[in-house]
C-alpha cells in the first residue's frame, strides 16, 4: 500500500517589525481621536512622527513649559525631541485636529 500523506507545510505570516506597524497604527490612533499627545521620552513614536509630518499626514505641536502649544514647521520637529509633542490629523478638509468618520478607521468596518 501506498501512503498518500501530504507534504504540505503551513507558513505563518511573518510578524510585522515595529517599523512596519508604528507609521500605520499611529496614524490611525491620530485619525481616530483626531490628536495624540506624546511624552518627551517616546523617541520611537516622534521618529514615526516625524515621516508622517513629512509627508503631510499630520502636524506637530511642541507642548512649551507653560502648557501652550507650538507648531513646528517640516525640518524643525527634530530639533525639538526633548518636548513633550501633540500630534494632530492634517486638515484635508476643514479643521487641524478634527477626527474623520466620527472615529472609525478601516479595521473597525471589517
Do not use: C, H
Not at 6 to 26: C, D, F, H, M
Not at 28 to 53: C, F, V, W
Request: charged share 25%; net charge positive; glycine share 8%.
Amino acid at each position: 500500500m501506498i501512503d498518500e500523506t501530504t507534504n504540505v507545510i503551513a507558513l505563518k505570516r511573518r510578524a510585522p517589525s515595529i517599523g512596519e506597524t508604528a507609521p500605520r497604527t499611529i496614524l490611525e490612533r491620530i485619525y481616530t481621536a483626531g490628536s495624540l499627545a506624546l511624552p518627551a521620552d517616546d523617541t520611537a513614536t516622534k521618529m514615526a512622527a516625524l515621516m508622517l509630518q513629512a509627508f503631510g499626514f499630520i502636524v506637530i505641536d511642541e507642548i512649551l513649559a507653560d502648557g501652550t502649544p507650538r507648531r513646528l514647521a517640516k525640518g524643525k520637529a527634530r530639533s525639538a525631541m526633548d518636548r513633550p509633542w501633540r500630534l494632530a490629523k492634517a486638515a484635508f478638509s476643514g479643521e487641524i485636529g478634527v477626527p474623520d468618520g466620527a472615529g472609525i478607521t478601516r479595521s473597525q468596518l471589517r
